[in-house]
């Protein structure tokens, strides 16, 4: 989980999109955009146009990238297409579409939740105002955690609160070779899940569970080799630093932790020493700002090895720690 706005978590897809300078003002110039309001869009420039006015308007980040991708998605073109015939006209129903998916994000609707879709991992996921979006620090705990899992055959993996299942599926599609269980608290989240893993025909065994109660460990069966969770972990009083993107649109019951950040790391350290084998490694994501607490808090319970990892920014965000054997 992380407090960034919504923009497509597929960040190499986006920026090959628009390019890597598509948000200057030398770029908007060069789409007729003027300084009034925009004009009613009719070919794929005046579209890409108007959506980036829009949107820049509203305070949106990457205006002109997410203006073409979702004129590329609505109106199925290439990315090369647009940029190599902008004056073709578009079909009204088509506008129509387009300009409603701009207001959506002006307002600020994840782009996630107006496609329908997001990339991880490289798999497609279907998201939902049920599911927190997937997010790029997301996908560097699955690397670690695919590092972690190297030299252990057939790994057996618990992905505790798995939302959409982006970290279940994800681990499963790069080793097929591993039993997968996933869990949440939320039945409309495993419906997501469900239907993601049998579109991708990924074998996940998911289940209704709560990692607060005491029947987690009966209803989730171990043990284990890997137990990875991106739990809840935003204090409550945090909600008001959150971008409305954030706070409105993501599901409350998988962002906040209550007041206490370190809530569900209490009891995820707890619930390892039970349900992991000897030697299993407990990964989790993290708050930047509470990444030291979490170490401490696996110290704590007896876990050992303990390491804070930072992501691609530079930030603490991914704790990781091994059951003694």
Known sequence: MIVSD??????????????SSDEGGKEAS??????????????????????????RRAGRDAPRRTAIWLLCDIAGL??????????????PDVVDEFTDAIRRRADGEPLQHILGY??????RLRVSPDVLVPRP???????????????????RVLDAGTGSGCIALALKSERPDAQVMACDVSDAALDVARANASRLALDVDFRRADMLTDDFAA???????????????????EAETL?????????????????????????????????????????????????????DVFGDAGLTNIQVEQDLAGRPRIAMAIKPG
């Open 6 to 19: 919504g923009e497509p978590s597929s960040s190499d897809s986006g920026a090959s999109a628009a390019g």
């Open 243 to 295: 971008s409305d993107t954030v706070r409105e649109y993501d599901p409350h019951l998988a962002l906040f932790s209550g007041e206490d950040a370190l809530r569900f790391y209490r009891v995820l350290a707890r619930h390892a020493g039970g349900m992991l084998a000897p030697g299993g490694r407990l990964i989790v994501e993290t708050h930047a700002h509470y990444a030291s607490g979490v170490a």
């Open 137 to 155: 620090e997301t996908e560097e705990v699955v690397e670690y955690a695919l590092k972690a899992m190297r030299s252990v055959d057939a790994p």
């Open 78 to 91: 290439s990315r090369a297409s647009v940029y190599g015939y902008p004056e073709e006209p578009v079909e």
């Open 118 to 123: 997001d990339e991880f991992f490289g798999l």
């Open 30 to 55: 060069s789409t007729g955009v003027s300084t009034g309001a925009p004009s009613p869009p009719q070919t794929r420039r005046s579209c890409i146009s108007y959506g980036t006015e829009t949107l």
């Open 219 to 237: 209803r989730c069966q171990g043990p284990f080799d890997l137990l990875i969770s991106n739990p809840p972990y935003i204090p409550e009083q």
